[in-house]
């Protein structure tokens, strides 16, 4: 009847008008979504680079990683609840192969302990909400403006510090930023680079002009931090965002790395020499790899110049070395082929997105990329917090948007918001049970007397109930402050444990002195001679053999090490180098006058 249909008619209306009303809200908390997960990027950023503040033992790392899982704890739960029906995300299913390629290598080949479960907890959750943005927002005017305001301000503190306005962090460069090194600002702005170039073609002369400032103030920060990886890194982004011949820009990048060699020889040949060691690892441990680097990477420089002793250069370039200065060879010979595989797989990924389909946004993501990727090789860019979102950034910049409209090709995954919060709940728990625990050691390690009985049970009940047993920096610290309180058997035992992930020069000497102090001069002996041969260049570990020798009446192989010592040409002179050398030189007169030895 016509009564019954008026009243349909009215029905559908109503309902429309409420699905209206239900969509205009779910776009509404979309947008606010979206502009929250920006603010709190932007602040991810700013924190990477200048949250590090001297709460914690390691003030340029471990700040930042509880920055990084504060925040992104705190946009989870925020996700969680602006996100109805979840978070929804369009993948394609080469990009969750590269996924599970990369899961399962770690699997294999990491230690999986509580660091590295953490650390790898971390970077997917970073992953997972950088992805959900770069998914679901393709305006990146926003994003590039916040990364070059970003390097124009690390540029302006390098220039502050030049000045002396603003002191180093370190006491050995001038120029750092918020930094230990020049390695940390002249990566960081080798990959912030190409991002100034976005702005170049912009309409507004304000942001042209201002990207060209910013410009032109990088190129002069990298070239005063007289970094050679970011200089090459620098050149080839400029030959190739702005050269269309690639086979001129393959000579004068191989010409620039010769002049580069030229710079510094000493410092080339001292990485060329921890690469010689790493090769025969890989060849020794090829499908998993050795394990973490600064366990057994001393050891194998060690026996490399034992066999080579008559190298000369190789035993005045060898020193405590606790990177390869090469990310792949890092890789490769920690976790062997399969844990390689993820990261071929994401040169090819990248190189195919760029080529095959490439806009201006995706040419600096790309060129970003590969700045990254030429300073890795002959440096430690991943050792930085900010250097791993960038290069996640502008992973996902490049290849979402080319293959996002392929529709064959793509995965509809929902992750549900409780899940995202449940995620979200426990990163924040981590994050502040790994900040309570190692502001504690802060404290510690200011102490006046770190050997009185409150600080001695401190440490004890850290190494006892924190993830901090397992971290070789805190363990080390622990063996060294049980060394000065006399307990020297714990403090090898400490050791020993330091050890397996952290086996140096320093490790061995102290080990050393632990069984000097307690008389047994046979493992004392072996120690130092493992010492020794770690750093051939270093007198104090000959020395300490040298009293060994004369104490227990070896007089040849006493006059067979002084003059070693005497022979030995010393890096760094100091007052207890001339001490050893004068002391050893009288035993020597003493020892050809033919007196009492």
């Not at 704890?73 to 990369?102: D, K, R, T």
């Not at 170049?200 to 007289?226: D, E, G, P, Q, W």
């Not at 010689?276 to 973490?292: F, K, S, V, Y």
Request: charged share 15%.
């Amino acid at each position: 009847s016509r009564p019954e249909r008026a009243a349909g008619r009215s029905q559908n209306r109503v309902q429309a008008r409420m699905k209206n009303c239900i969509e205009t809200s779910l776009q509404h908390n979309h947008d606010i979504s979206f502009k929250i997960i920006f603010v709190c990027i932007s602040f991810l950023f700013i924190g990477t680079v200048y949250f590090i503040p001297d709460w914690c033992a390691d003030r340029f790392h471990t700040p930042i990683l509880l920055w990084i899982g504060c925040l992104l704890g705190i946009l989870g739960i925020i996700i969680s609840i602006l996100e109805y029906q979840g978070m929804i995300f369009h993948i394609p299913v080469s990009l969750i192969a590269l996924y599970l390629c990369w899961g399962i290598s770690w699997v294999l080949t990491s230690s999986l302990n509580y660091n590295s479960v953490s650390l790898f907890f971390t970077d997917n959750m970073v992953l997972l909400l950088l992805y959900y943005y770069f998914a679901n927002h393709s305006y990146y005017s926003p994003f590039y403006f916040l990364l070059i305001s970003l390097a124009g301000s690390v540029c302006l503190i390098a220039f502050l510090q030049l000045f002396g306005i603003f002191s180093s962090y370190s006491s050995t460069f001038v120029i750092t930023a918020t930094f230990d090194n020049p390695a940390g600002i002249s990566a960081v702005l080798a990959a912030l680079l190409p991002f100034t170039f976005y702005f170049f073609s912009s309409r507004s002369k304000l942001s042209r002009n201002m990207s060209i400032i910013i410009c032109v103030m990088v190129v002069i920060s990298i070239i005063l931090s007289n970094a050679r990886a970011a200089i090459l890194a620098m050149i080839a982004i400029f030959l190739g965002y702005f050269l269309k011949r690639k086979l001129l820009f393959v000579c004068c990048v191989g010409l620039l790395l010769v002049l580069l060699y030229l710079m510094k020889p000493d410092s080339a040949n001292g990485r060329l020499l921890i690469w010689r060691c790493c090769a025969q690892t890989i060849i020794d441990n090829p499908l998993l790899g050795a394990g973490e680097f600064t366990a057994w990477y001393m050891l194998d420089q060690a026996c490399f110049l034992t066999k080579h002793s008559n190298e000369l250069w190789a035993i005045l370039l060898s020193d405590n070395i606790r990177h390869p200065f090469n990310e792949y060879l890092e890789v490769v010979a920690e976790r062997g082929i399969i844990g390689f595989i993820p990261i071929i797989g994401i040169i090819v990924y990248s190189i195919n997105s760029y080529y095959g389909h490439s806009t201006r946004e995706q040419k600096s993501a790309f060129w970003s990329l590969v700045a990254i990727a030429i300073c890795s090789f002959f440096s430690y860019s991943f050792e930085y917090e900010i250097v791993r979102v960038v290069f996640i950034s502008s992973f996902f910049i490049l290849i979402l948007h080319p293959l996002i409209s392929d529709n064959r090709r793509i995965v509809k995954v929902k992750v549900h918001r409780w899940i995202v919060f449940f995620l979200s709940t426990i990163l924040l728990i981590n994050t502040f049970y790994q900040g309570f625990y190692d502001i504690k050691w802060t404290d510690l390690l200011k102490s006046e007397n770190p050997c009185d009985v409150k600080n001695m049970c401190g440490y004890e009940e850290l190494y006892q109930n924190s993830f901090l047993g397992q971290q070789s920096a805190f363990l080390y610290n622990y063996g060294v402050v049980l060394h000065q309180a006399g307990e020297y058997r714990k403090s090898n035992d400490i050791l020993l444990k330091c050890s397996k992930k952290m086996n140096d020069y320093d490790v061995q000497l102290l080990q050393g002195y632990n069984y000097l102090e307690m008389e047994n001069m046979h493992c004392a002996e072996g120690y130092f001679k493992t010492a020794s041969n770690i750093i051939p260049c270093r007198l104090l570990p000959l020395y300490e053999l040298f009293r060994i020798y004369v104490a227990t009446g070896r007089d040849d192989l006493a006059l067979e090490t002084a003059q070693n010592i005497i022979n030995m040409p010393v890096k760094i002179v100091s007052a207890k180098t001339n001490f050893i050398k004068k002391r050893v030189s009288n035993y020597l007169k003493q020892a050809k006058k033919g007196g009492v030895l």
